[in-house]
Each structure stands twice: as C-alpha cells, then as structure tokens.
C-alpha cells in the first residue's frame, strides 16, 4: 500500500484541496477548477498529478466527464505541505472580518524552523506593532492553545469588532489591549469579549521567500 509520505509536496497539496471541496460542495472539483485554483495554464498539468494520485490510491475515477477523480479514504488523513495561512490581521485597530479558510503555504519550513503541528501564520495590516519589529506586510507564525505569558503579543478576536494584533495583559475582568505605536492608545476590553486565537512565536517579511 503506498504511504502518504510517497506524495510530493504539489500532489499533497492538489490531494488536499480535493478533499477539502469535495466535503465543502458535496463533489470534487474538476480538472479546470484544479488547475484555475493552482495557476496552471492548462488543465493537463492538473491531469498528471490526478493520474498520478489515482495511481497511488488516493483519488478513483468516478466515470464523471467533469468531476472524475473523488477522493478515497485514504486521501482523508492527508494534509497539506507547509503552513496554514489564514489571511491578514489589522496590527491597528480593530476590525470585524468573517471566518477566513485557511491558503497552505508551501516550501517556508525552513523559514519557520520553530514551527509546531497546529502553528498557522497572518500576514500583518498596519502600523501599530512596529514598536516590537512587525511590519506591514510580515509573516507571522502563532500558536493557538496555549496560555499567554502577562504582555504577549496576540492574535485576538473582540467581541464586535473583529481580529487584531496586539499585547495582551489581562488584569482581572478586563483586558489590555496594547499597541507598540505611540500613535495608537491602549485598549481595556471586557474579558469575556475576548478571544485569544494565537501567541506570537516569530515573524518573517515576505521578502525573505518572494
């Protein structure tokens, strides 16, 4: 039986693109769709590494002209290379934004060598942490449950107004939220209106890997 650790990194990440629409829709998407998704000039390219997956088990061909490769049980547990990365987070103030799904990264571990299961990265949108070295535009790497040390610098949700990126004190029922910019004022916010979602554990600008 062929292992998932026989995939490419490119065939790992077409597999669990498949998987993710096909349990989203209802039904795979098509060689178009595939190849649309991962900027292929021609849906041929999308066809080799469907073939190729077909090969190792991890897709069947339905018979399906448009939608002929659906995903096996096999192909269930497989995810994709590199990090999840769940779009830009206001390093200013506040905002509301809706649930984002996760764009894999490819080819930056070596990038994020700290990196753990379960880390995902946001790009930074604003000024307000220039103070502690993030930069519009930086790549940063968090880490979800776990418990903030007093000060951290946080991924956090507030309740009606969206994600942001700030140091975070709590302090009883409330909590501070505090930028690294004088040109932005501290924050207190009701603790039950808050959210950790990740704790800083580095940052990268784009340009390292562009």
């Known amino acids: ?84 990365h769940f779009g830009a987070i206001p390093a200013g103030p506040t905002w509301y934004a809706e649930d984002i799904e996760a764009e894999w990264i490819s080819g930056i571990d070596d990038l994020f060598p700290n990196a753990e299961p379960g880390d995902f990265l946001l790009t930074v949108d604003g000024d307000s942490m220039i103070g502690a070295g993030l930069e519009p535009g930086m790549l940063a790497l968090m880490r979800p449950n776990i418990v903030p040390k007093p000060r951290a610098i946080c991924a956090v949700w507030v309740d009606g107004d969206g994600g942001t990126l700030k140091r975070v004190v709590p302090d009883g029922d409330v909590v501070h939220l505090i930028p690294e910019n004088p040109d932005y004022k501290e924050r207190v916010v009701g603790a039950d209106g808050v959210v950790v979602q990740g704790v800083l554990q580095s940052a990268l600008s784009i340009t390292h890997f562009s």
Not at 5 to 33: C, F, H, M, N, W
Not at 59 to 82: F, M
């Open 1 to 84: 039986m062929v292992s998932k650790l026989d995939l490419t990194d490119k065939q790992r990440d077409v597999l669990a693109y498949i998987v993710r629409i096909a349990e989203r829709s209802g039904s795979p998407p098509s060689g178009r769709q595939i190849a649309r998704h991962f900027g292929y000039s021609s849906p041929n390219a999308a066809f080799s590494h469907l073939r190729a997956l077909e090969r190792k088990g991890f897709l069947r061909n339905t018979g399906d002209a448009w939608n002929c490769y659906a995903p096996t049980e096999a192909a269930l547990d497989v995810k994709p290379s590199g990090l999840p």
